[in-house]
């Protein structure tokens, strides 16, 4: 298994652009989440999804954030407008169900905001 | 109640010596208990998971602690190595609610060669 794959894996973008962030969640993976990791706050879970339906997007910081998950296979997050305040790592996990023993976090996309 | 606490933030081991992080929490509804290990660049992955059941769980060097009355679990690494420089993360989640995970703030881990 190829594992949580992200894309892309570095992202530099100007303030005001709109940025869009890829994830393949593990084949039979039921439950799907987004964090953001700073320095300042750590790792912050943004949204997850339950068989493609958005069970929780309470840590989604503001209306700029917005995340989709239109197939079992697939699931964006897109920032727009952009922001520096949004330079972070964001990562993409995947587990059979929300309550499962084990998140398998994909390697993340470095996101640069300048 | 939700909030897991963890300390320290930030920790520096001699190689050989022993490495503790601890975490709290106040959610009596949590039953499982994982660590996540993350290298740099890398995703955060699962290096051990204890349930309330029992009080100690051992793997290799790796033991979880864990103290049901007191809401307080650690991780311990016996002879600490340069390879296990990473940052660290507790986390607890209530399986039965089927509830999303919730992570500490993590514990950076520098073993000093």
């Known amino acids: 298994d190829a594992g949580v794959i992200q894309s892309p894996r570095h992202e530099v973008t100007e303030m005001g652009q709109e940025v869009t962030l890829r994830c393949k969640p593990i084949?039979?993976?039921?439950?799907l989440f987004w964090y953001r990791q700073t320095m300042m706050r750590g790792l912050e879970l943004l949204i997850y999804?339950?068989?493609?339906?958005?069970?929780?997007d309470s840590g989604m910081p503001e209306d700029r954030f917005s995340a989709k998950m239109p197939n079992a296979s697939f699931s964006t997050l897109k920032i727009q407008p952009s922001e520096p305040r949004d330079s972070a790592v964001y990562f993409c996990a995947s587990s059979f169900s929300a309550g499962s023993d084990t998140q398998y976090f994909g390697p993340g996309t470095r996101l640069t905001v300048l | 109640q939700q909030q897991v606490k963890q300390s320290p933030q930030s920790l520096i081991v001699q190689k050989g010596g022993i490495s503790i992080i601890n975490c709290a929490y106040e959610?009596?509804?949590?039953?499982?208990f994982p660590w996540y290990q993350q290298f740099p660049g890398k995703g955060p992955a699962l290096l051990i998971a204890?349930?309330?059941?029992?009080s100690e769980k051992k793997e290799g060097r790796f033991t979880i602690s864990f103290n049901k009355s007191a809401k307080q679990f650690s991780l311990h690494i016996m002879d600490s190595q340069p390879g296990d420089s990473a940052t660290y993360f507790c986390a607890a989640h209530s399986q039965n609610r089927d509830d999303k995970i919730i992570f500490g703030k993590g514990t950076r881990l520098h073993i000093l060669p």
């Open positions: 959610n009596t509804a949590f039953d499982y």
């Open positions: 999804f339950n068989n493609n339906v958005p069970i929780d």
């Open positions: 204890i349930r309330p059941d029992v």
């Open positions: 084949s039979g993976h039921n439950s």
